[in-house]
Nanobody, 123 residues
């Protein structure tokens, strides 16, 4: 059974960097597609990035492309999201998700979700 726990959120100023991590417990984590989503108050959940089990397939939403980097940790029980040049528009609760099929931004392909970590970017 896969359980996901996010960490690394916080309050930063615009232009700063933040690194989110998702720690997984349970077997077969390395075989899962891993994704990051975010949700701001009053808004729909939004796809941010995802990575295939092998790491060869990676997708980003356009608004974070070139600024965010998703990667699997050296320890295969982690997935990270390096966020650079953060902007106030990035403020949201960020969720780690795991799925068994690579369909990129489709949230229905993810069956396990973490509890979320708050990222707040001030001007």
């Amino acid at each position: 059974q896969v359980q996901l726990v996010e960490s690394g959120g916080g309050l930063v100023q615009a232009g700063a960097s933040l690194r989110l991590s998702c720690a997984a417990s349970g077997r077969t984590f390395s075989s899962y597609v891993m994704g990051w989503f975010r949700q701001a108050p009053g808004k729909e959940r939004e796809f941010v990035a995802c990575i295939s089990p092998s790491g060869r397939n990676i997708d980003y939403t356009d608004s974070v492309k070139g600024r965010f980097t998703i990667s699997r940790g050296s320890a295969k029980n982690t997935v990270n999201l390096q966020m650079n040049s953060l902007q106030p528009e990035d403020t949201a609760v960020y969720y780690c998700a795991a799925g068994t099929s690579y369909r990129g931004p489709d949230p229905t392909s993810y069956t396990k979700w973490g509890q979320g970590t708050q990222v707040t970017v001030s001007s």
